[in-house]
Structure formats: structure tokens, C-alpha cells
């Protein structure tokens, strides 16, 4: 399984950022953010039909979807505050939404979104 995240970089606060990751194939899907010296917190998580949850610290800032035939996931970034600083990665699983790293089998490299006020 590969995946691939990119669209991170250096914004103003307020500003908006979209994270596509394309995945080899079809799975559940999550993404997941970390600073350094945290550990890597849930941001959301998408089923195969495109139902999201949302971590409470970005619930109606940011929005998740799929494009299934490109089997890639989006992570929509508006309102962007400093604290949404981190690398941002994306997690893929064959089984249920988890909002545990231990839920998701594969993961991509990372993107780093910077958020600057």
C-alpha cells in the first residue's frame, strides 16, 4: 500500500490549505497531525462512502472527502490557526474508522503545514 500526501506549506493564519493523499487502492481512511515531542493526534477519519468524523479542534473548519475513482482523499483546510501547525499525514486501514494511530496499517511520509499569525 502506498500513499502519498502533498499540498502542505507555510500560510497565513486564516488562510486555507487542501492535503490530497492518493492511495494505492480503496480504503478507510484517516488523518492524523504531530509537533514534535506529542504524539500524533486524530484529525479525522473517512468510511469508503465518504462518511467523515471530525476531531473536536477542527470540526467546521475542516472537511474530508474522497474521489473514488482517483483513490484519493481530501483534507480541506479553511480558518487555519497557528495551532494547526504539524506534519500531517494520512493513514489507510482495511477495516472500520478508527480515531487511534493503532487503528490504520499504513501511513504516508508526511506533509508540513505551517500556520503563521
Known amino acids: 500500500v502506498r500513499l502519498v500526501e502533498s499540498g502542505g506549506g507555510s500560510v497565513q493564519a486564516g488562510a486555507s490549505l487542501r492535503l490530497p493523499c492518493a492511495a494505492s487502492?480503496?480504503?478507510?481512511m484517516g488523518w492524523f497531525r504531530q509537533v514534535p515531542g506529542k504524539d500524533r493526534e486524530f484529525v479525522g477519519t473517512i468510511t469508503l462512502y465518504g462518511s467523515p468524523t471530525y476531531s473536536d479542534s477542527v470540526k467546521g473548519r475542516f472537511t474530508m472527502s474522497r474521489d473514488n475513482a482517483k483513490n484519493t482523499v481530501y483534507l480541506q483546510m479553511n480558518g487555519l490557526k497557528p495551532e494547526d501547525t504539524a506534519v500531517y499525514y494520512c493513514?489507510?486501514?482495511?477495516?472500520?474508522?478508527?480515531?487511534?494511530?493503532?487503528?490504520?496499517?499504513?501511513w504516508g511520509q508526511g506533509t508540513q503545514v505551517t500556520v503563521s499569525s
Open positions: 487502492g480503496r480504503y478507510t
Open positions: 493513514a489507510a486501514t482495511n477495516g472500520a474508522t478508527s480515531t487511534e494511530t493503532q487503528g490504520y496499517n499504513y
